[in-house]
């Protein structure tokens, strides 16, 4: 019997090795598509500057996306700028742009770029704790001076009277005792929150970016406030892969403690067992009246007799 227990106990323990072996080489997938939202405006201002085929100023043309970005709405603008500032522009799509825009650095001509991300909002804007119920829209701005250059740089607006209108008035539902938030992103993917969407669902904004509109996660109901991304996607992966990592370390610690635990039980156990094996050896000692003698048979204690007691004789001796 003490064979079978030290079997136990030497399976227990290398199942427990196996299964912490497991876990460390158990190593976070990282086979993920990286959702820059730097690269997508690169990308989107090439895609909506190929709108434009002798572009007409003050008029909108949609763009197409690349197929791989199905679901995106691009549009661009060309304007001149001393234009933007004095009369604005009343309806690109959402938006709505006062006058009294200021364009830095000075450019005669510029294009708003407009974006709507559809589907692909939260995987290039991914904010934890939250839900979108509307689109990620963008407007961003860029010189006019070369229609096919490409990687150009962000132009600054500023509002100097009235703020940029967003208007959101095609919401998805919002959960009953949710209250929706306007959100926008700078030039680096920080959120920032309002304490809660403009009468007939619009936001406002002084200068260009990304906006959209969000509830508290019912699910994830009191959650910090996101992390601060300078690479949005990056950032939220690293949280959900530390947070995953968490768990693990977390149920290896307590999976080995319960581990640890059955071990002693059954440590424990064993040698209560052979205890009281041999205080059943001594009781039967004490009832024959006779100390047996203990051999080793393999791993178990047999009693054996130390002589024979009716020496065998053979029929013949009888005869003879
Ligand atoms: C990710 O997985 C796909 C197949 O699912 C594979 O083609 C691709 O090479 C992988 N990328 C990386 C970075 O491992
Ligand atoms: C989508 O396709 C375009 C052009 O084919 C490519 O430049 C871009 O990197 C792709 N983007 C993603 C997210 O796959
Ligand atoms: C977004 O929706 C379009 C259809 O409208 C679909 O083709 C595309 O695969 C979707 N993309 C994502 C990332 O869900
Ligand atoms: C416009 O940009 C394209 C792409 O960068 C470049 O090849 C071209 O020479 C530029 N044209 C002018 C007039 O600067």
């Not at 201002?45 to 008029?59: E, L, W």
């Not at 009343?90 to 770029?113: A, D, Q, W």
């Not at 939260?122 to 961003?140: I, N, Q, R």
């Not at 993917?189 to 509109?213: A, L, M, W, Y």
Request: charged share 20%; aromatic share 8%; hydrophobic share 35%.
């Amino acid at each position: 019997m003490g064979f079978l227990c030290g079997l136990q106990v030497l399976l227990l323990l290398s199942l427990c090795s196996h299964r912490l072996q497991k876990l460390s080489a158990q190593s976070p997938p990282t086979n993920a598509t990286s959702y820059s939202s730097s690269s997508l405006d690169a990308l989107l201002q090439d895609y909506s500057y190929r709108a434009f085929v002798r572009p007409r100023t003050g008029i909108l043309y949609q763009g197409t996306v690349p197929s791989n970005l199905t679901g995106i709405k691009v549009a661009a603008m060309r304007l001149r700028s001393g234009s933007l500032r004095k009369r604005g522009v009343s309806s690109l799509n959402e938006f709505s742009i006062p006058s009294g825009v200021i364009v830095k650095p000075y450019v005669t001509r510029l294009v708003l770029v407009y974006q709507n991300l559809a589907n692909f909002s939260h995987l290039y804007y991914p904010l934890s704790g939250y839900d979108y119920v509307a689109p990620v829209l963008g407007l961003l701005a860029y010189d006019a001076k070369n229609l096919s250059a490409i990687n150009l740089p962000e132009l600054d607006l500023r509002v100097s009277k009235d703020p940029i209108r967003i208007d959101f008035s095609d919401l998805e539902p919002i959960p009953q005792g949710s209250s929706a938030k306007c959100v926008s992103f700078d030039s680096q993917g920080k959120p920032s929150f309002s304490d809660s969407i403009q009468p007939g669902n619009t936001c406002e904004t002084e200068r260009q970016g990304h906006f959209s509109v969000v509830v508290k996660s019912v699910a994830s109901a009191p959650s910090p406030a996101p992390p601060p991304a300078t690479e949005k996607g990056k950032e939220k992966k690293k949280s959900s892969e530390s947070n995953s990592r968490t768990w693990i370390i977390v149920g290896s610690v307590v999976g080995g403690l319960i581990l640890l635990g059955l071990l002693l039980f059954l440590v424990l156990r064993c040698r209560n067992y052979k205890k009281q094996e041999k205080m059943k050896e001594m009781e039967k000692a004490g009832e024959t009246g006779e100390a047996l003698r203990m051999t080793q048979v393999g791993e178990t204690r047999a009693p054996t007799a130390s002589t024979t007691r009716t020496q065998p004789m053979l029929e013949t001796e009888y005869a003879a």
